[in-house]
């Protein structure tokens, strides 16, 4: 269904190479907020106790994520998403929790500008192995299509070994120091000797309120009035919930069917006359579906 986008702009650097790490999305939130200014000075490396290449990724991250903006040269601020997860009193600012990664990585996938690799694997790559050399290719004609400026093949090849360290470990211990990005605990892709395997099925992991937070906030930009929305967008939809969390067709059905009673009737599943269709009889608040799910404990 999908082909190849075309995009305005690309991010293919920014991140220094280095996936984030457990603790830096909390430092990166906390230190904007006690000063707007914080990344643009040299004291950075003292205030976040690492090197000014990490300093300069922990920027990327929380931009990527869209936990911080800019606001004019040099200053930033906190948005409304990462005071929700990163705040003191945050719902969850020290990724305890699986839904929190799973969010997080639902972020990057939809984030062409800045994250165009991550972007491009989740909502253009159909096949379940791909290659690095194949992907480098795959990325220079899609900017080639888009009309931009091909990067240069270390450019391109650093970014892509950089969306691999994002999800794959050579370790299976992840702590504080750990070099390992948390959200190699998604299990969604194996690096092997030769090629990249997208993991695409069910997701026991993935909890039901993450994936509607997600399908609300899906729906909303596609800037639609119509009331509808076909089953088919949400399984192969560039930025939908089906692609982006690798699901496959039986789970992702099985998701659609629980939005009724998740939703408390606001969103319905209906598959009536063979038209498999989402009712949006309203569109809840994404916040208030994720803040339903952060309310129940870090176990459900």
């Known amino acids: 269904m999908n082909t190849r986008p075309k995009l305005s702009t690309f991010g293919f650097t920014g991140h220094e190479t280095f996936p984030f790490r457990i603790g830096w999305l909390n430092k990166g939130v906390t230190a904007v907020k006690e000063d707007s200014t914080i990344f643009s000075k040299d004291e950075a490396i003292v205030v976040f106790g690492i090197g000014k290449n990490m300093v300069r990724s922990i920027r990327h991250w929380c931009n990527a994520l869209e936990l911080i ?177 690798l699901l496959d067709e039986n789970s992702c059905i099985q998701r659609l069917e629980r939005l009724e009673k998740l939703t408390e009737g606001s969103i319905v599943y209906d598959s009536t006359a063979g038209m498999r269709q989402i009712l949006f009889n309203s569109v809840p608040d994404e916040f208030q579906i994720l803040q339903s799910y952060y309310q129940k404990g870090l176990k459900s």
Not at 140 to 146: G, L, P
Not at 171 to 196: A, H, M, Q, T
């Open 69 to 245: 903006i800019p606001v004019e040269r040099g200053h930033y601020k906190v948005t409304k998403m990462g005071e929700f997860l990163f705040d003191k009193n945050g719902a969850d600012p020290y990724l305890e929790n699986i839904g929190t990664l799973w969010w997080l990585h639902w972020r990057l996938a939809r984030n062409a500008s800045r994250c165009t690799t991550w972007f491009y694997v989740f909502n253009y790559i159909n096949r379940p192995e791909f290659s690095k050399a194949a992907l480098k290719n795959e990325l220079k004609q899609t900017i080639k299509d888009s009309g931009g400026k091909i990067p240069s093949d270390r450019t391109l090849e650093s970014d892509i070994e950089c969306f691999i360290k994002t999800y794959t470990t050579s370790s299976k211990f992840i702590s504080e120091e750990s070099l390992e990005c948390p959200l190699v605990e998604l299990n969604i892709l194996n690096e092997y000797e030769r090629s990249i395997r997208l993991n695409r099925g069910e997701k026991e992991s993935l909890p039901d309120h993450i994936f509607v937070a997600s399908l609300i906030e899906y729906y909303k930009g596609l800037n639609t009035n119509a009331k509808t929305l076909l089953v088919e967008r949400v399984l192969h939809g560039e930025g939908a919930p089906g692609r982006i969390f």
